[in-house]
């Protein structure tokens, strides 16, 4: 397949710079696949469309403050590093200006905070060992949200809440699963009314979720490998669903590299069309760039004409994309 079909013309000004008002506030265009319809709903309505029997699967996985800033020791030029993975006592770590940042370099972003860059990596990264008194609370402390470079602002203290997901337990994302950041607890309370499960599996989303795919035939690209754990009562929940609702994409993949692979371990499963879903049955996600591995999966579930052609339903009816923006629901 030529990644060319999986492109559409996206106007600058839907991409959401900002979030929604309130998290429950968003649109969702809903995508019936067995009757090839779609209806322009809002996101609150979700739980009419759950029903008993259904498992809802969500990500757990929590943002932490990746993007450090500073400068080079004895030098006044801003340096970023932002830490991918933690590797042991380092980390794996992209670092701009690479050029300017070879081994050995000190780069300092607080009094008693500083990283050493040690060694080049595969891809432009770097291993990246950080000095402080305590490496988590320094990153908390001095470190910006990781927001995705289309969000043409740098992060502010909103970001700190909203760039989260209210289920966010288990820290090691550097991107949230977005499809989550619309839920609150009155919409997870009144889809359990409704008679829905919920499973809780973990995902640590990495740097390949920033990454664009690098060859324009789909089936060359490989996708970064990332962490996963479906823990024991979230498998037997996924496992006896009637339907199995996957919120966000990182679900999706987490879910089907379950039924694959196990209940844990690094996986860099690639969906697109042709892929048989083996668990999944429904899905809520978020819109996502063109020619993106995220937009394949969608397609892979959906079916690439049914796929493309909601998104250009969303473009001209104004909906707004990506992390910040709008979501589907595809029954």
Request: aromatic share 10%; glycine share 8%.
């Amino acid at each position: 397949m030529d990644l060319s079909q999986f492109d559409y013309e996206l106007p600058e000004e839907l991409i959401a710079q900002n979030p929604p008002a309130e998290r429950d506030g968003a649109r969702m265009l809903v995508l019936n696949r067995a009757a090839g319809t779609w209806q322009d709903r809002l996101f609150r309505d979700l739980p009419s469309f759950v029903k008993p029997g259904d498992t809802m699967v969500f990500n757990n996985s929590r943002v932490f403050k990746s993007r450090l800033i500073g400068h080079r020791k004895g030098h006044t030029g801003r340096v970023e590093v932002f830490l991918a993975e933690q590797m042991g006592d380092r980390w794996r770590a992209l670092v701009r200006p690479g050029r300017k940042l070879p081994p050995g370099t000190v780069v300092e972003f607080a009094p008693g905070f500083r990283a050493v860059i040690e060694d080049r990596l595969e891809h432009g990264e770097r291993s990246v060992r950080l000095e402080a008194a305590d490496e988590w609370e320094a990153i908390q402390a001095h470190g910006h949200m990781p927001l995705p470079p289309y969000i043409r602002r740098a992060d502010d203290s909103g970001d700190g809440e909203r760039y989260q997901t209210v289920f966010a337990r288990e820290r090691g994302s550097v991107a949230a699963p977005t499809a989550g950041l619309h839920f609150t607890p009155a919409v997870l309370a009144a889809c359990a009314d409704a008679g829905a499960h919920r499973a809780e599996v973990t995902l640590h989303v990495g740097l390949g979720t920033f990454q664009p795919l690098h060859s324009t035939t789909v089936e060359e690209n490989q996708l970064h490998h990332e962490r996963y754990h479906v823990p024991p009562e979230s498998s037997a929940r996924i496992q006896g669903a009637e339907r199995v609702i996957a919120v966000g994409t990182t679900s999706v993949r987490t879910v089907e590299s379950f039924a694959q692979f196990g209940n844990a371990g690094q996986t860099n499963l690639f969906i697109y069309p042709g892929y048989e879903f083996r668990r999944v049955n429904a899905m809520v996600t978020n819109f996502h760039l063109p020619q993106s591995s995220l937009l394949l999966l969608v397609s892979a579930f959906a079916g690439h004409a049914f796929t493309m052609a909601a998104y250009r339903h969303a473009v001209a009816e104004r909906y707004r994309f990506f992390s910040y923006g709008d979501c589907m629901l595809i029954l």
